[in-house]
């Protein structure tokens, strides 16, 4: 099973920009992906990233690219960042990372930002975009 654990968030003010860090463990099979998903109250769980350790491809949700980005060090495979700029009110949420180890349902474009797609979850790290 996977163990993943999300960090770096916390209140910033409008405008402002952070990084968010998942560090990964217990991977004893092939992680095909890893994703970025946040979920803000009372709304429903939305994909904002994921990377496919398959082919290398990056995918975003559309109108979040211009300020999200996802980066990792390509010398290790324990830890992935989300780094987001011009924060606004609206991105207030728990930011969770999660990981795809099973095969894709449909298909990796189809299945990048859907969470039913992902096996393991971290516990989320919170979000506060106010002034």
């Known amino acids: 099973q996977v163990q993943l654990v999300e960090s770096g968030g916390g209140l910033v003010q409008p405008g402002g920009s952070l990084r968010l860090s998942c560090a990964i463990s217990g991977f004893n099979r092939q992680i095909l992906a890893i994703a970025w998903f946040r979920q803000a109250p009372g709304k429903e769980r939305e994909g904002v990233s994921s990377f496919s350790y398959t082919d290398g491809t990056t995918y975003y949700a559309p109108i979040l690219k211009d300020r999200f980005t996802f980066f990792r060090d390509n010398a290790r495979n324990d830890i992935v960042y989300l780094k987001i700029f011009n924060l606004q009110p609206d991105d207030t949420a728990t930011y969770y990372c999660?990981?795809?180890?099973?095969?894709?349902?449909?298909?990796?474009?189809?299945?990048?930002?859907?969470?039913?797609?992902?096996?393991?979850w971290g516990q989320g790290a919170q979000v506060t975009v106010s002034s």
């Open positions: 999660a990981t795809k180890t099973s095969a894709w349902t449909t298909n990796q474009n189809a299945g990048a930002l859907v969470d039913a797609e992902f096996d393991s």
